[in-house]
């Protein structure tokens, strides 16, 4: 076993502890710590739990029975071995000091062969048992893991595996299985390499790869990060640690393609689209009215077209744009502008009334998005094509609020809770349109507290109609007052 036993010893006779650091130096197994009191003894060994501590019974303010009984009351201690020195020779004191807790009782002056005996005996077996405790709680922790985990040896066999990592590479029962092998039935490792080079330890400890199994007619492509963890004192064994990344790279790569496709498949053919149409519109002699009716629709739904793929990739773009780098340049845009724009892109445009709306802000993207997503839901729903919209911007306890309201329907309270969270939505109960997904306000809402802010929703005060909260906080809001 490797390392040194650390013993405590607490005696307030200077003499005694001098003898028994040099007998105990001997055999160079030991680090030794003295305390003169029992006071101060217990707030080392709470401090520090020693292998063993060597207690005197006599001395002042806190007797060696009470510091035994204090550190067997104590979950740190309770476990730690207890060898009592006294000069007394009755029985009775021996009996009080096992009471107390005591493991051993050794009598003032004491053999040295007989302490060197028992300590190293004793040292000995309570390091045997913290260590069998520890491994009986790793074991535990590694069998009740939800993610698979394998112990393999220095020449990259099988030690443990616990049943999710069992499942996953198909180990049987036992150990000894070639553990690269059983990876290479169904998956492949990114750098193509790393299994080779874990096998020739020419990838250290602390080290990740990727396991990936390609997609088959049966199962869907599956990604894992694979950590390599060595452990301490267990003969060159490797903890490996498997952490399912399936739903993370699906993600992004279903972003990829779509941003992809938005941009290269369907926004260049459009590109071309309206200039075409506007060329007819002007060729057009106003001779045939039917004509010259279905080529301004055409014209009209190509712009919506338009209007509606490039409302997507600004979605996109809020929901997916990569933070700001520490000391980047932060762009700033006024708050005017932005509720513009996205009034604007629903149609609103003329329809929105702004007060103390100055200032600039950060994200602008995200913001138009969410103010884009609560005006489109306010032209629904509510008056807005007819009365307007109302913003006002107003800056409460170190944040900043928008405040959006328009006359309309009023809503119970029920209802009102529901807004913003996924799936909820008004068009089936208001406007009789085909069900949408309704992910517009909680995705709106997810954006905001993604960065610090949020979206709420209560009744107006003074008039029926809906009032939506855009929180902002203070660092994404320039005031120009």
Request: aromatic share 6%; proline share 5%.
């Amino acid at each position: 076993m490797s390392g040194r036993g650390r013993i405590l010893l607490i005696d307030d006779d200077e003499a005694v502890r001098l003898r028994l650091r040099d007998l105990l130096e001997r055999d160079k197994q030991y680090d030794i710590r003295e305390m003169v009191d029992g006071r101060a003894g217990l707030a080392e060994a709470l401090a520090s739990p020693p292998d063993l501590v060597l207690l005197d019974i006599m001395m002042p303010g806190m007797t060696g029975f009470e510091v035994c009984s204090a550190l067997r009351a104590d979950v740190r201690t309770r476990e730690v071995p207890v060898i009592v020195l006294s000069s007394a020779d009755d029985a009775d004191a021996m009996v009080a000091a096992l009471d107390a807790g005591a493991d051993d009782f050794l009598r003032k002056p004491f053999s040295a062969p007989e302490i060197r005996a028992k300590v190293r005996t004793i040292t000995r077996l309570n390091r045997f048992r913290s260590l069998a405790v520890e491994r009986d709680r790793f074991r535990w922790l590694l069998d009740h893991s939800q993610e698979p985990l394998i112990i393999a040896d220095d020449r990259g066999q099988l030690v443990y595996a616990n049943n999710p990592a069992r499942e996953l590479f198909e180990f049987g029962a036992g150990e000894g299985a070639d553990i690269a092998q059983a990876f290479g039935r169904h998956f492949q490792a990114e750098p193509a390499g790393a299994l080779a080079a874990w096998r020739e330890k020419r990838l250290p400890a602390g080290s990740s790869f990727t396991l990936y199994q390609p997609e088959t007619a049966q199962v869907a492509a599956r990604w894992f990060e694979v950590e390599l963890h060595a452990l301490d004192g267990a003969g060159g064994q490797t903890l490996m640690k498997f952490t399912n990344r399936t739903g993370t790279i699906r993600r992004e790569l279903e972003a990829f393609t779509f941003q992809h496709l938005i941009t290269h498949k369907m926004r260049t053919p459009l590109n071309g689209l309206t200039p075409v149409l506007e060329y007819l519109d002007a060729m057009e002699d106003g001779a045939d009215p039917e004509k010259a009716d279905m080529l301004r629709m055409a014209r009209q739904s190509a712009d919506r077209l338009e209007g509606a793929l490039l409302a997507v990739l600004r979605y996109h773009e809020a929901v997916f744009a990569a933070r700001t780098a520490s000391g980047a340049v932060v762009n700033w845009r006024p708050l005017l502008e932005v509720v513009s724009s996205a009034a604007q892109n629903v149609g609103l445009q003329g329809r929105v009334t702004t007060t103390a709306l100055a200032g600039s802000v950060a994200k602008s993207e995200m913001l138009e998005v969410v103010l884009g997503e609560l005006l489109d839901n306010y032209a629904k729903f509510s008056d807005a094509l007819k009365v307007g919209v109302q913003i006002t911007c107003s800056a409460v306890a170190g944040r900043w609020e928008l405040q959006l309201f328009a006359p309309g329907p009023g809503l119970p309270p029920d209802v009102i809770a529901r807004l913003g969270q996924p799936y909820g939505q008004l068009e089936r109960n208001f406007s009789g349109e085909v069900p949408g997904m309704g992910l517009g306000l909680a995705t709106a809402r997810t954006l905001l507290r993604a960065r610090g802010g949020d979206l709420q929703f209560s009744s107006g005060l003074t008039a029926t109609g809906l009032v939506s909260t855009v929180v902002l906080p203070a660092h994404l809001v320039q005031s120009s007052v």
